[in-house]
């Protein structure tokens, strides 16, 4: 499918304020109620037949959390991920809203938090730094070869302002977290070269859980039990902080 063309709009009221909005998860007779309401508030949507993220959405709309790419990669920007309802009343003011009261949330508690959405908005607004920034990752070749794929996870890492390495990054850097997304499976890897970089290995489950959950450990995702022994204290520190304390 080819990506739909991406519209920006200004709403009357706020003109330095510029939206780019998107959809997700909704039937072409919401998407299209969706549009109405859009288009009474003087709102536009970047409608797009792909599943795929739209780098530069500041909204998407979806009538609940879900392990979706777009959602994903919304949580990883710090993005406003919100109900329909935000438009309706958008709509009946004629003028974009206030998000805050407006968030979208899980009625699957065991797939993302119920409050994921605003706890990563407010932790990018806080910090002023994305999801994944400050970490390289490789992907290996054959990671991702369940949903979802290798393809959507990197775009979702990008997202979140992650860099991504085409290989284990010859010395070490304590500014940095690194981390290799692997398949579960060790026994063709060789652990030393990504030992000496000080890369993590860890499952392609990492990173969405990093997202879905940003209150719960990830230890269950980590490759090998000592993957973290061989960190420094700088970078064990730096570990902590980035990994253990998300939001």
């Not at 938090?113 to 002023?128: I, S, V």
Request: proline share 3%; glycine share 6%.
């Amino acid at each position: 499918n080819k990506k739909g063309k991406q519209t920006f709009a200004t709403t009357p009221k706020a003109k330095s304020r510029a939206l780019h909005i998107s959809l997700s998860g909704m039937r072409t007779k919401v998407r299209l109620r969706c549009q109405n309401y859009a288009e009474k508030c003087g709102l536009l949507i970047a409608e797009s037949k792909t599943k795929e993220w739209n780098k530069g959405t500041t909204h998407l709309i979806t009538p609940q959390l879900g392990r979706s790419e777009k959602t994903l990669a919304a949580m990883a920007s710090g993005a406003w991920i919100l109900n329909e309802s935000w438009l309706r009343d958008s709509a009946k003011a004629k003028r974009a809203l206030d998000e805050k009261d407006f968030f979208a949330e899980s009625t699957n508690d065991s797939l993302v938090a119920p409050n994921a959405a605003e706890l990563w908005h407010r932790h990018c607004q806080q910090t002023k730094e994305k999801a994944f920034q400050g970490i390289q990752a490789l992907f290996h070749k054959s990671c991702g070869e369940n949903t979802p794929s290798r393809d959507t996870l990197v775009r979702i890492f990008k997202a979140g302002g992650g860099e991504v390495v085409q290989s284990a990054p010859g010395g070490r850097d304590s500014n940095k977290i690194k981390i290799a997304i692997v398949p579960n499976s060790l026994d063709s890897l060789d652990y030393s070269k990504f030992k000496e970089s000080g890369m993590v290995l860890v499952t392609d489950l990492f990173l969405i859980e990093w997202l879905a959950f940003p209150k719960k450990g990830l230890e269950e995702h980590i490759q090998s039990s000592e993957a973290l022994d061989h960190l420094s204290d700088c970078e064990r520190n730096l570990w902590n902080q980035k990994v253990s304390q998300r939001c």
